[in-house]
Nanobody
């Protein structure tokens, strides 16, 4: 059974930092591109950051470039999203996503709430 379990969300003040983690099980983690998406109330889900299965290439949405970093530890089957200089507009549910390379297989986590507010 495939599971993606996110953790690390919470309430943080503007300018603060959070680190999200996504632990995967039931998949060969090193064969999956890993992504973080987010969905704010009333808005569509959007891709925030991604990292290739080897970790040698990353992608960031323009709205988070320079503030967020993504990394992975294939030995721990875990992907991370380090979020710095958080803004109220970063408030959303953040979802971990796994895309199997060269296939249509994809899996989602349940999401973790991030709230940026003073």
């Amino acid at each position: 059974q495939v599971q993606l379990v996110e953790s690390g969300g919470g309430l943080v003040q503007p300018g603060g930092s959070l680190r999200l983690s996504c632990a995967a099980s039931g998949i060969t983690f090193s064969r999956y591109i890993m992504n973080w998406y987010r969905q704010a109330p009333g808005k569509e889900r959007e891709l925030v950051a991604g990292i290739t299965h080897t970790g040698d290439s990353t992608y960031f949405a323009d709205s988070v470039k320079g503030r967020f970093t993504i990394s992975r530890d294939n030995a721990k089957n875990t992907v991370y999203l380090q979020m710095n200089s958080l803004k109220p507009e970063d408030t959303a549910v953040y979802y971990c996503n796994a895309d199997r390379v060269a296939t249509s297989l994809r899996y989602w986590g349940q999401g973790t709430q991030v709230t940026v507010s003073s």
